[in-house]
């Protein structure tokens, strides 16, 4: 129904920024938000930023004040600007897409991009 594209993961030392990008195609006629989830070893897939379609956007604790959610709604568009990377940021990030509002559930993924910061 919706296909996601990633782009922008890679290699970075600490201190450094990336920029993820997610495009939704498909069956996007209905939006309640887009965002981004991430899962490192060993670890549950957590919530990084989420971008809804009022204009609110809400960040995990741990990323606050680093990285950046953004937008195009009608593009179903969204990036992540993650400056000042850490190596505790190492994971793969997920693009989610939530169609309905109405749970994690019914909602679709990417594949995936790797993140990995090292010296």
């Known amino acids: 129904q919706v296909q996601l594209v990633e782009s922008g993961g890679g290699l970075v030392q600490p201190g450094g920024s990336l920029q993820l990008s997610c495009v939704a195609s498909?069956?996007?006629?209905?939006?309640?938000?887009m965002g981004w989830y991430r899962q490192a070893p060993g670890k549950q897939r957590e919530l990084v930023a989420e971008l809804i379609n009022d204009g609110n956007t809400d960040y995990a604790d741990s990323v606050k004040g680093r990285f950046t959610i953004s937008g195009d709604i009608d593009k179903r568009t969204v990036f992540l600007r993650m400056n000042n990377l850490k190596p505790e940021d190492t994971a793969v990030y997920y693009c989610?897409?939530?169609?309905?509002?109405?749970?994690?559930?019914?909602?679709?993924w990417g594949q995936g991009t790797q993140v990995t910061v090292s010296s």
């Open positions: 989610n897409y939530d169609p309905h509002g109405v749970g994690i559930r019914v909602t679709f």
């Open positions: 498909g069956n996007t006629a209905t939006i309640f938000s």
